[in-house]
């Protein structure tokens, strides 16, 4: 996975889905890309505890049947990032499409 | 068909494994718990005829942690063994150790911001102020080594009293668990924080005000040295022994209320 892009999924993610739990982020990152991205939990929760650290996200406990749950939401800090992190996201990709396959043009 | 959910038992038995695994804190744990949890469930409801051990042996394995090194379930269940046996450190491992230093990155960068507030408006008027008026002491003082010790010892009597009268009266989370949390330890160790940074601190304008005799420098500048040094030192001091308590209490209290008694 292209560095960085981890963080860029989850915080983008939370902006279109709202609060979201662990397992929920494995599944739905799953199911978007068709299993062709899988996020392991060792992967995902040291992920999640540097992006609430760097205050992108703000946390959640809740009582869900008879177990706690933690929900992570993404902050105002975290919506902006998101911007920065696609734009940058968009201009890899599209470098890479010129570097690769120069003779292809991105919509 | 009702789907198939883990029952009290087995949510204790998962707590379980995360306290033999080294992850000790509540609030690290619940996590954990909930996602081996989910996973279980999402197990059962492709797979309805496995046991919770059959499951837990799957989830585990995914976790890091070999269940073949044991000859039982029991043994693997409660035992923290495999994680030695295994080079790569397990997903309980890589998770604790995150969570440890997101409280800290996230605490210093809290500090920072508010550190920060002390030099914009409307803050930087109450910092010119006390500066000043330090600079005026020294100004007046007849002998600068007084006004340093004076201040030395300042930092270290208020500190002192901060940690052992006002802090425990005034900063603590009571709880209504016996839980260990991650964050309340981090809130505790701030008591002792202060003690240290107010050492460091005396002892740093002490050596400075000595700089007059052992670098020879200009008393206008030295005096004024002193004065922007020890109150910086003074807002370090104060954002970590009484704005950090404050924040990590407030959090607590958000994220847990359930735990708190008001």
Not at chain 1, 66 to 93: C, P, Q, W
Not at chain 2, 215 to 232: D, N
Request: net charge neutral.
């Amino acid at each position: 996975m292209y560095k960085g892009s981890l963080a860029t999924i989850i915080l983008k993610l939370l902006e279109e889905k709202g609060r979201m739990y662990g397992y929920q982020i494995t599944q739905e990152v799953k199911a978007i890309s068709a299993g062709e991205f899988v996020i392991t939990e060792g992967a995902l929760y040291p992920m999640l505890h540097k992006l609430e650290a760097d205050g992108m996200l703000t946390v959640e406990t809740e009582m869900i049947g008879n177990r706690m749950r933690k929900y992570y939401s993404i902050t105002h800090d975290g919506k902006k990032e998101v911007v920065d992190r696609m734009a940058e996201l968009e201009a890899f990709i599209r470098h890479m499409q010129t570097l690769l396959n120069p003779n292809i043009e991105l919509a | 068909m009702n789907e198939r959910k883990l029952t009290e038992e087995e949510i204790d038995q998962l707590f379980a494994i995360c306290e033999n695994h080294e992850v000790k804190y509540f609030d690290v744990q619940i996590e954990l718990v909930d996602h081996i949890a989910c996973i279980i469930e999402a197990k059962w409801s492709i797979e309805p005829q496995l046991s919770f051990d059959e499951a837990l042996f799957i989830v585990l394995k995914q976790f890091g942690v070999d269940p073949l090194f044991h000859a039982s379930y029991g043994s693997l269940l409660t035992s923290p063994f495999p994680k030695l046996i295994l080079n790569k450190p397990s997903v309980f491992e890589e998770i604790k150790k995150s969570k440890e230093k997101e409280l800290i990155q996230k605490y210093a960068r809290i500090q920072r911001k508010y550190i920060a507030e002390f030099f914009k408006l409307p803050k930087i008027i109450l910092t010119i102020s006390i500066v000043f008026i330090l600079f005026l002491v020294y100004k007046i003082a007849e002998d600068n080594q007084v006004v340093t010790l004076v201040l030395q010892g300042s930092f270290l009597v208020v500190s002192v009293a901060f940690s052992w009268l006002i802090f425990p009266k005034f900063f603590k989370i009571e709880l209504s668990t016996s839980h260990k949390f991650l964050l309340i330890e981090y809130f505790k160790s701030t008591r002792y924080s202060i003690l240290s940074i107010a050492v460091f601190s005396s002892n740093l304008i002490y050596l400075v005000g000595r700089l007059r005799s052992l670098a020879g420098l200009s008393l206008i500048g030295l005096e004024l040295l002193l004065a922007i040094l020890a109150t910086f030192l003074g807002i370090v001091v104060y954002v970590i022994g009484v704005y950090t308590p404050k924040r990590i209490k407030e959090d607590f209290e958000n994220k847990f209320p359930q735990f708190c008694i008001h």
